[in-house]
């Protein structure tokens, strides 16, 4: 099938703090919604049959709770029936800005994903009913070709988002399409944890994903297109991911990815949106894992000959790491439970210092999750202390296998080459209670390989 994502340069409020009029915050909004609407045609012309648009790429970001609320249409929830707002508009108040996305879907005869904030009042016998009356939501939905609202699906994990509340129970979001298929659909944050998303993958067997995110990239582990692949490889499922288009904020990078391939744009240096259309094959079975090429055990060598441990930051963790140094050679790094193995060898040695690293703990910046991860990464320069900070460019090309005893049954393998630039491994799986993943010569310099696992019960 033929699918569209859209990177969307929102155009902001000034002072997304300050409390104004309806009028004014759907003039704003009909601002954003008039270049989706160009977008739409765009992706229509090219054959698309679904387009997703990113999360806040209408209304922005940075409110408060009373800040936002002129900006939130009514939306009711997925199991009240059927709605087609540009068909019936006169059905519910506060619904202009769900009326103009309904109606793009129609008029181009295209599945339409956006993201929006919606409110709904609440009573007061409600124990979680907030002080003001009303819920406020993160909310996606989902059109079909003919406008019909199909589902709704309210953001579970809020990422520092004081204007929005977090529903009561995660919601299990997906539609039909005659084209691929179910779709699911969660935001954002949510592809971090359990539920809902790895829980709705898992119950509903999903194939298809639509993920609008505002996305700040942070390498040398979450960087939005790294991630975004990773997920598609470990669930073995197509996503189709929007991401905000903000440099300045980091906030870039969206992408069509199957498990096998994929389609991105990641791009700090130019401004404006970017449409991405692609066609993926509708996945009906499970890729098989290569489990040929496995690696060995590491022999254990002399004390004498193993380079020395150290610790350093990364991602806000505090990592074990050894360096990575000569052409080639057989490393090892433990901490906790986890150990990281590693073979390599270097095509050329060139002056950049590379260290593998492994961290097994709770991470407790910028939300809270359990981590296991075996990474080799390229430093920033070439002493200790650089190892961990974010790089964007290598030119080292390096043949390697690497393992670790994981705890988790989810790894997400990444691979990530110089310029924020993907590759694929020749080969990657479990053998022996090992997650292993290899690749014979990089196609650019090589910046992360790791196996960066999540150990959800232990969150």
């Known amino acids: ?60 970001f940075n409110f408060t709770r009373s800040s936002i609320y002129p900006y939130l249409d009514f939306v009711p929830h997925s199991r009240f029936g059927k709605w087609n707002p540009c068909r019936e508009p006169y059905l519910f108040n506060d ?18 994903v956006a993201n929006l904030g919606t409110k709904q009042p609440c009573e007061r016998t409600d124990p979680r009913c907030p002080a003001d009356g009303r819920y406020q939501f993160n909310t996606n939905v989902a059109f079909a070709a003919d406008g019909a609202l199909l589902a709704t699906y309210r953001k579970h994990n809020l990422y520092f988002e004081y204007a929005f509340d977090t529903p009561p129970e995660p919601d299990y979001a997906f539609f039909d399409t005659p084209f691929a298929g179910k779709f699911g659909m969660f935001t954002c944050f949510d592809i971090l944890f359990f539920e809902p998303a790895v829980n709705l993958i898992r119950q509903y067997n999903l194939k298809q994903i639509v993920y609008p995110t505002a996305w700040m990239n942070q390498l040398p582990l979450l960087s939005a297109v790294e991630f975004q692949q990773a997920f598609a490889t470990a669930f073995n499922v197509n996503i189709l991911a929007a991401n905000i288009h903000h440099p300045t904020l980091g906030m870039t990078g969206s992408g069509i990815y199957t498990p096998v391939k994929s389609f991105i744009y990641h791009d700090m240096e130019s401004y404006g949106g970017k449409l991405l259309v692609a ?13 040929e090429n496995t690696p060995g055990r590491v022999s254990e060598k002399g004390k004498e000959q193993s380079p020395p441990y150290f610790y350093a930051e990364m991602m806000y963790d505090n990592f074990t790491f050894v360096p990575v140094w000569g052409e080639k050679g057989e490393l090892q790094v433990c901490a906790n439970t986890l150990c990281c193995y590693l073979n390599y060898r270097r095509a050329v040695l060139t002056d950049e210092l590379y260290a593998l690293g492994v961290f097994d703990g709770l991470h407790t910046v910028h939300g809270t999750y359990y981590v296991q991860a075996c990474a080799l990464v390229k430093c920033g320069g070439l002493s200790f202390s650089t190892c961990g900070q974010e790089v964007t460019d290598a030119t080292a090309l390096i043949d390697f296998q690497l393992w670790g005893n994981m705890s988790t049954p989810y790894i997400f393998p990444l691979l990530l080459t110089s310029g924020i630039t993907l590759d694929f491994a020749d080969h990657m799986g479990w053998k022996n209670n090992h997650y292993y993943l290899s690749k014979n010569r990089t196609s650019s310099g090589l910046l992360t390989a790791a196996l960066y696992g999540r150990w959800y019960e232990k969150d």
């Open 1 to 60: 099938y033929v699918a569209a994502v859209y990177e969307h340069e929102s155009i902001l409020s000034p002072s997304p703090a300050a409390l104004v009029e309806r009028r004014s915050a759907l003039e704003l909004m009909g601002r954003n919604l008039d270049i989706y609407e160009q977008q739409v045609l765009a992706a229509a012309r090219q054959g698309a049959q679904i387009i997703v648009f990113p999360e806040d790429g209408i209304h922005g």
């Open 95 to 112: 619904t202009e800005v769900v009326q103009r996305l309904s109606c793009m879907a129609l008029k181009n005869k295209i599945f339409l």
């Open 279 to 291: 066609e993926i094959p509708v996945i009906t079975t499970d890729y098989k894992t290569n489990l």
